[in-house]
């Protein structure tokens, strides 16, 4: 049963570049949440995919944005890179049906650096 | 809107301390509960939750938490750690009913001398 899988593992930008991160939720799921882990912080979230759309969506700005696909794997796009996008960018997967009653699985995170 | 506070940044431990992390939360309506472990270099995974009934919930290595509503708190506890506990600590919540958006503390770091 695979878990959740993020790519690529680490990233290099610069500042004003695009950036594109890729996540396959865990067998059977069929939600996406993305999350924001800054250095010594928790993570912050981002947004939620579910059937293609987005559900909700977290204090980030419009720079971010993403994308569901029909096999439920997602997208996360940053545009107009800054250096504080620098983070630990983490996917979760859960399954819609159980409601908020049913926890996250992540996955290992994409580290971006942003120079 | 849901807060998390996590009162201990860094905590040092000896092999077979005990351990306490505390956790507070703000939110009015009804929550889940959830302690996170990241260990050195590996994912975010679950070691224990909350949804409703009994207050004190065992997860796994040994680790267990209570939720105790009138102090919106929802504390780690291990009777004694070992060395492989060494690792960063979030505590989180969601509110029932919601969209699982998750709202996470900023972590203890453990750290247990052998």
């Known amino acids: 049963d695979a878990g959740v899988t993020q790519s690529p593992t680490h990233l290099i930008k610069t500042r004003g570049q695009q950036v594109t991160l890729r996540c396959s939720p865990k067998?059977?799921?069929?939600?996406v949440s993305w999350y924001q882990q800054a250095l010594g912080q928790g993570p912050q979230f981002i947004f939620q995919y579910y059937e293609e759309e987005e559900r909700q969506r977290g204090n980030f700005p419009d720079r971010f944005s993403g994308h569901q696909f029909p096999n439920y794997s997602s997208e996360l796009n940053v545009n107009a890179l800054l250096l504080g996008d620098s983070a630990l960018y983490l996917c979760a997967s859960s399954l819609v049906g159980r409601g908020s009653d049913y926890e996250q699985y992540f996955g290992p995170g994409t580290r971006l650096t942003v120079t | 809107a849901q807060s998390v506070s996590q009162h201990n940044h860094h905590v040092i431990l000896s092999e077979a301390a005990s351990l306490e992390l505390g956790c507070n939360y703000s939110?009015?309506?009804?929550?889940?509960l959830f302690w996170y472990v990241q260990y050195p270099g590996q994912h975010l995974q679950l070691l224990l939750k909350?949804?409703?009934?009994?207050?004190l919930v065992k997860g796994i290595k040994g680790f267990e938490a209570e939720f105790i509503k009138s102090k919106f708190s929802f504390n780690l506890r291990k009777p004694s750690v070992q060395w492989s506990d060494t690792a960063e600590y979030f505590c989180?919540?969601?509110?029932?009913?919601?969209?699982?958006?998750?709202?996470f503390g900023t972590g203890t770091r453990l750290l247990v001398s052998p």
């Open positions: 939110y009015g309506g009804t929550v889940n």
């Open positions: 989180a919540v969601n509110a029932r009913g919601g969209f699982q958006k998750l709202v």
């Open positions: 909350y949804f409703s009934g009994d207050p």
């Open positions: 067998s059977g799921h069929d939600t």
